[in-house]
């Protein structure tokens, strides 16, 4: 089951749940929504949703209740899902949001990168790392990106670096890693099991696979890298034999 259609029967059973309990009369009205709300965030982390899910879930129903209550028109929701959708693309199927990699990040990602290497950025959002990165002339850059508006915003900021960077629409799992001496990725936890099997698969021996904050399930990350940033962010980095 996909984390959408999960979140849907999560918010479903919630709703379920706390108008019943108003129904039997365990429960008064002016508190179904914050029961509501409750229980679907208590049901998500439960089933092991990742925790922005869990923002998701506290958000959706006042969110109901708010569009409501100010008698919107239509078009306003579908101008918000359009934005969303050009903002994360397909991310019930990818299930990665968008992250920006900080300047923290990109200072301790330079050293790590070998003279005259081909860099590949998965997810490359915005193209943050990949302009960074344009300041060394030795290095090779490519990027791929799915979502629609950050693609442009990384386009546009590519374009003004004067370097020849690769920059890709597409679907990051159907771009071949085997043409790259480092991918680097930032992408979520559920992504990461899937791309682990991919950078096995693909990646030639000695090539080096990095990410940012997020480790592979059950798999010793070679070398970690503490950023020290506020968010105490690590980079993970494994070797590929």
């Not at 365990?26 to 679907?40: E, I, S, T």
């Not at 374009?159 to 597409?170: K, Q, S, Y």
């Not at 099997?197 to 990095?210: D, F, H, N, P, V």
């Not at 480790?215 to 990350?221: E, F, I, K, S």
């Amino acid at each position: 089951m996909t984390p959408a259609w999960l979140g849907l029967l999560v918010q479903a059973g919630a709703s379920l749940v706390s108008l019943s309990f108003v129904w039997l009369g365990w429960l008064a009205v002016g508190y179904c929504l914050p029961v509501q709300v409750g229980l679907a965030v208590l049901a998500a982390h439960k089933l092991g949703q990742p925790r922005w899910w869990l923002l998701i879930h506290a958000l959706f129903a006042p969110a109901i209740v708010l569009g409501l209550w100010l008698d919107l028109p239509p078009w306003i929701y579908l101008l918000a899902f359009t934005l969303a959708w050009l903002l994360f693309g397909r991310i019930d199927r990818s299930r990665v949001p968008l992250y920006l990699s900080n300047q923290a990040t990109l200072a301790a990602l330079e050293p790590l990168l070998p003279k005259g290497a081909s860099v590949l950025d998965i997810g490359a959002g915005t193209g943050t790392v990949l302009a960074a990165l344009g300041r060394r002339s030795d290095l090779q850059l490519t990027g791929v990106e799915h979502a629609w508006l950050p693609w442009l915003l990384g386009w546009c900021r590519l374009r003004l670096t004067g370097r020849p960077i690769a920059w890709l629409r597409g679907d990051m799992m159907a771009v071949s890693l085997q043409d790259f001496d480092v991918v680097y990725a930032f992408l979520s936890p559920a992504a990461m099991p899937a791309v682990w099997q991919k950078a096995r698969q693909e990646m030639t021996s000695g090539s080096l696979l990095i990410s940012n904050t997020f480790a592979v399930p059950d798999v010793t990350a070679d070398r970690i890298i503490e950023v020290n940033d506020w968010k105490g962010a690590r980079l993970h980095l494994w070797r590929m034999p």
